[in-house]
């Protein structure tokens, strides 16, 4: 098991690691909530965070070779994407801004395969996590992330859980509607976008991407 180097791949080409430091204002759940620039930067050093810019279809992680590497993303849209040996896959999770991602796949059976695809252009931060857990037990900020990341792993598996009731549900019509009705819940009932596409919706919906299609329309003209 295990992750792309510390920088986010698209082919063979590697973005550029951001220079600049990501300021305060973390949102409250994610894995650097309460921290400061400066503490950021302890970060860094103790956790061997890195900043990485992203574009669409880049695999940020992958798990390969290094089992340690565990990411969360701070701006845009990303899929969880489970690879089979045909080189087909299925959508595990829609990682959106805040949300953890990479962690718990060195538990996975041997021959999963694993990976990390970008939605859209965005930004995601890569860190050890074995640093994270068995790091440096004098670092003051180390204390406060892991704190975070358990809360996150909870907001994820609590998040995971709902995607298996809602794949579990008999009629598309009943995941699509509840679908869109948690999209709309965590945006606030306010206007937004759907931030996949139809087929990539399909493959989280467990469904046909045709039968989706209709689907779609169907709740558009009763709405």
Not at 32 to 47: H, K
Not at 58 to 71: E, H, K, W
Not at 109 to 120: F, L, Q
Not at 164 to 181: A, G, Y
Request: glycine fraction near 8%.
């Amino acid at each position: 098991m295990g992750a792309v180097p510390p920088q986010a791949m698209r082919g063979d080409r590697m973005p550029v690691e951001q220079t600049r430091t990501p300021g305060p204002g973390w949102r409250a759940d994610e894995l650097f909530a309460g921290l400061t620039s400066g503490q950021f930067s302890c970060v860094r050093s103790c956790l061997r965070a890195e900043v990485v810019d992203i574009e669409r279809h880049d695999r940020v992680l992958q798990r390969t070779s290094v089992p340690s590497m565990i990411g969360v993303l701070i701006a845009g849209t990303a899929l969880d994407t489970q690879i089979r040996e045909d080189g087909s896959t299925s959508l595990v999770d829609v990682v959106e801004v805040g949300d953890l991602f990479g962690d718990g796949w060195d538990s996975l059976s041997e021959g999963t395969n694993r990976a990390i695809v970008a939605a859209s252009p965005g930004r995601a931060i890569l860190l050890d996590s074995h640093r994270l857990i068995h790091g440096d037990s004098g670092c003051s900020v180390r204390p406060v992330v892991v704190e975070n990341f358990l809360r996150c792993v909870m907001k994820k598996h609590h998040r995971l859980r709902e995607h298996f009731d809602l794949v579990t549900r008999r009629s598309l019509r009943e995941r699509l509607s509840s679908f869109l009705l948690g999209a709309a819940e965590r945006n606030g009932y306010r206007q937004f976008t759907i931030p996949i596409s139809r087929a990539e919706l399909a493959s989280f919906l467990n469904a046909d991407r045709t039968a989706v299609s209709r689907s779609w329309h169907g709740c558009a003209t009763n709405h």
